[in-house]
């Protein structure tokens, strides 16, 4: 039985101005549901999530003339809030909520920031004791590959090109198709996507010369394969040396964007190898704190590589729910407020019926658009590189949670219901739209298995699309997606219009 101390709140701070995020509602549920207070201080009030009723109350910060989240001193480069104005924001809401609180950044950049406040925030807040510049260091995708190093942990090769032209020979060199990132995700501006799928040289320079208006460093990085249950990941919370109070693996079993989008349908699952990698890791950089982290297996090797670090709750970290219903959230509590963490660290005793394995994570919205666009997820017998290296045999199938809907809390479920087939109509139901995109794709399949290309000429060469071997070339800005004949569905590429229905 966890016993919380109810008479200390929790502030969820999001400074993203995305309505739909459905981590922060799964963090005022489980904070709720435990009998504690839960403010929300969030860079849009509009949405679903402050329907919950778990929520006590949601703050905003001011609005600067763009509608953006701010005031008259946003003044850093691409509307980063200033730690200047954050911890006037911060100490305001402390001041109305009337006693300390457990402070929960669900970003990076809230994740950074109160980092670097935190001896300036001590006794209106509670924070783990993390080094001021740490998350700073392993949120910036530039660092991540000496951070692995050190630990190490396998990181895909990274290059970081210093001109548009190196950029297209780094991409050539990597080996098209390559991933693109940018370094600070939490810097780019509206439209602009922190990770992309660059296939041609051409591409790459023409990315990199976006470096100004992304704020960030370009990097380009090495793509492993796609492959059946490669994409995993591991929630954890540490305290002192890195040590974890509580954590778990669990394999993306859905996602969307397909590949390299956020987790739709996810499971949890033992796997030693990611679990023993994130103990290393933690144990290096004397971590502590909640902390979500990203592996893709190599199928070459079986060996699963860091590609994302993130210094906070992940979206779908109430996946990691034992059977005593703690997740990292409730342990960040627990542990800030003086009370024991029950449970037994990743590695000793995985598999066992309390610690929440076989358990389903689904992301009704995304699990809909990737059922319907998205290509076979792993099954019990095609688990794929990540699987291979399990040391017990087939888990039963445990319970499922779904991000948005809950009999006892069903308005946000609603709301983003509503919210989201607005957005389709609003925005036009054209072929991006799931109904009828899956029409157009099925027709383009049809017309391409009807017509086989006939083979090139010498005269004909010019006009003749390129070998199946080789990347096929970007589309327009203007252009339609692609449609990839493969079951697999590549990622879609910087270039692509988003899809109308999809709310974030």
Known sequence: MLSFATDVPALLLRLDPNPYHHGT????????????????????????????R?????????????????????????????????????????????????????DDHGAIATARLAPRLAGRYLLPAVDPG?????????????????????HPTTVLPGSAREAGRAAAALGLPVVAKWSRPWLLPPGLRSTALVRTETEAARLFARTRE?????????????????????????????????????????SWPPHTGLTAVGSRLPNPPVEQAAARLAAALDYR???????????????????????????????????????????????????????????HGPGEPHDGTGRVYVVENYALLSAL??????????GGAGVANLERGPVA??????AWFAADDPLPGLAMAAGWLMRCLVKGVRPSCPSERLRARAARAVRGRAVAPPPPTAAGAARTA??????????????????????????????ERRNPCTTS
């Open 397 to 402: 199938r445990g319970p499922v949670e779904r």
């Open 54 to 106: 778990f929520l006590h109350r949601v703050h905003t910060p001011p609005r600067t003339a763009t509608g953006r989240p701010g005031g008259p001193d946003r003044s850093t480069a691409h509307g980063a809030l200033p730690d200047a104005a954050l911890e006037r924001l911060l100490l305001d809401v402390s001041a109305r909520i009337g006693r300390p609180a457990v402070l929960v950044p669900l």
């Open 466 to 495: 390129p070998p199946a071997a080789l990347p096929s070339p970007a589309p327009e800005a203007e252009s339609p997606a692609p449609v990839q004949p493969a079951p697999n569905t590549q990622p879609t590429p910087h270039t």
């Open 214 to 254: 992304a704020g960030s460093a370009l990097l380009l990085q090495r793509r492993l394969p796609d492959s059946a249950g490669a994409d995993w990941f591991f929630h954890g919370y540490a305290a002192d040396g890195g040590r974890f109070l509580i954590g778990g693996a669990g394999r993306k079993d859905r």
């Open 289 to 347: 704190g909640i902390l979500d982290l990203d592996f893709r297996f190599d199928p070459a090797t079986g060996v699963p590589h860091l590609v994302d670090f993130n210094p906070r709750p992940g979206a779908q970290f109430r996946l990691f729910t034992d059977g005593a219903g703690l997740d990292v959230v409730r342990a960040q509590h627990l542990h800030l407020t003086g009370r024991a963490v029950p449970g037994a660290p990743p590695g």
């Open 25 to 52: 509602l799964g963090a005022a549920r489980s904070l709720g549901r435990a009998g504690i207070e839960v403010h929300a201080l969030l860079g849009s009030a509009r949405g679903p999530v402050g329907r919950s």
């Open 373 to 382: 666009l998205g290509p076979r997820p792993p099954g019990p017998a095609d």
């Open 134 to 154: 740490l998350p700073a260091r392993l949120a910036d995708k530039a660092e991540l590959g000496a951070v692995c190093a050190g630990a190490g942990v396998a």
